[in-house]
């Protein structure tokens, strides 16, 4: 008897342990409804579908593979148009945006929001706040020439950011969308606004007559084939190179180009596209390499104007500390003279240039007469006075009246020229007659 009660009160247990588990499964936000939902089976499309959970995920195709174009949250109304399996298809909800070739879209300048399509099957790709318009592959429609789209501000690379068209549409599970009423007789324009409760006496959609079917939302889910998509990519790729090319070489920055090919090459798909963009890239390199050329070249030219700048301002530093040759009327070393130094005369000094060979006598007159010249032998000097002829030697001989140092001036000698020839080779003789070397 005891054992019995025991297993009915574990039955009992185990009954309510399960009880509370599916209601844990079950969405908190379902809870009761005033309105019946019907069968799975029995639902019409569209319908407007309410969302009962928290931060689920938009995406632009029916399963966990496509990319997430957003999220939605209770207790936002959508429409739902399609059920696949455990997804709906639905109409895209406020703040969501598509992707459109700007090259196939003509603009006005008058009305820079208003796209004008300028081709036939052009693809309007689903968007997404973290993919870059060229990684956003699924297509969710294909417009014709002349349809017309409203552009979201500014282009992002070669695409325009738009409202999604009429026909575009996303997909969500079906899992927290929970069946309102039957969306027969409403404006199904897009994006999805916030849909008004209908007035009390209004009557119901069930007791209207139908006078035409609703039309549904085109669909297409499928996601455009790799090799098409790569050779998209690879156009526009090439237009970016293009228009980078054009700007000037300080200006050029073909990074992110390069980096796309690069991936683009990888991906062939077994595609010519692969081929292309090698042969893009190649042309990219190129410009690199000219590119840093040119910042090479003008690197090496700044450096030479400095090094030629400090040259210069050195050259000009010595020409501020140079005497001024041109006033002497000899430069050359001054040494004492052996050749009349029993002359009651005034004393004599010879001059020789860098060679040793001796260029000139030289005489102090006036103030230089009474100088001491021991500073000054055997010195670098520059004599100022007149240049006249020694009429006892072959030499010309200079009367000066002012001797300065120049041993910091490098400068060649100017030889003294006399104001006549004198006979060359003529030995020199002292007053007695005999000839007399100089020492």
């Not at 995406?59 to 109304?77: D, W």
């Not at 973290?130 to 294909?142: A, F, K, V, Y």
């Not at 979201?152 to 969500?172: F, M, R």
């Not at 156009?235 to 190179?241: A, G, H, P, R, V």
Request: contains cysteine; negative net charge; glycine residues 6%.
């Amino acid at each position: 008897m005891a054992f019995s009660k025991a297993v009915q009160v574990i039955g009992l247990t185990i009954l309510c342990v399960i009880s509370l588990a599916a209601a844990e499964q079950k969405p908190a936000a379902l809870g009761k409804s005033d309105i019946a939902t019907p069968e799975a089976n029995e639902i019409e499309f569209p319908y407007i579908g309410e969302v009962t959970g928290t931060d689920l995920n938009v995406r632009s195709g029916p399963g966990m593979n496509f990319y997430s174009c957003g999220k939605i949250s209770s207790p936002l109304r959508i429409i739902v148009a399609e059920q696949k399996f455990t997804w709906v298809r639905i109409l895209p909800p406020p703040g969501s945006f598509s992707w459109i070739f700007k090259q196939s879209v003509q603009t006005d300048a008058n009305k820079p929001d208003v796209g004008i399509v300028t081709g036939d099957n052009v693809r309007v790709y689903a968007g997404a706040e973290n993919l870059e318009p060229m990684r956003s592959d699924s297509i969710q429609i294909t417009l014709t020439k002349g349809q017309k789209v409203r552009i979201i501000g500014q282009a992002v690379g070669d695409y325009y950011k738009i409202t999604p068209p009429e026909g575009a549409s996303l997909w969500t599970s079906s899992q927290y969308i929970k069946y309102i009423r039957n969306a027969d007789g409403m404006d199904l324009k897009l994006p999805v606004q916030v849909i008004e409760q209908p007035a009390a006496n209004a009557p119901k959609a069930a007791d209207t007559a139908k006078t035409a079917e609703t039309p549904k939302p085109a669909v297409v889910i499928e996601q455009v084939k790799p090799q098409n998509r790569n050779l998209e990519i690879y156009y526009e790729l090439e237009k970016q190179f293009q228009d980078e090319k054009a700007k000037s070489l300080d200006e050029q920055n073909f990074s992110k180009i390069k980096a796309e090919l690069e991936k683009l090459i990888v991906d062939t798909n077994g595609t010519n596209v692969g081929e292309y963009a090698d042969y893009l890239l190649k042309d990219v390199e190129r410009l690199q390499l000219a590119q840093q050329t040119s910042l090479d070249l003008q690197k090496h030219n700044e450096d030479l104007n400095k090094k030629l700048i400090e040259i210069e301002k050195k050259h000009q530093e010595k020409l501020k500390n140079r005497s001024d040759i041109s006033r002497y009327a000899i430069v050359g070393t001054l040494y004492e003279s052996l050749v009349y130094e029993t002359q009651t005369q005034a004393k004599r000094y010879i001059v020789k240039d860098e060679d040793g060979s001796i260029v000139c006598f030289a005489e102090p007159t006036d103030a230089a007469a009474t100088l001491d010249f021991a500073p000054y032998l055997d010195k670098k000097v520059g004599l100022i006075g007149e240049i006249s002829n020694d009429d006892k030697s072959s030499l010309a001989l200079i009367k000066f009246t002012k001797i300065e140092l120049l041993d910091k001036i490098v400068e060649p000698n100017q030889p003294a020229q006399p104001s006549e020839a004198a006979e060359p080779n003529q030995p020199q003789t002292d007053e007695s007659g005999g000839e007399k070397s100089e020492k």
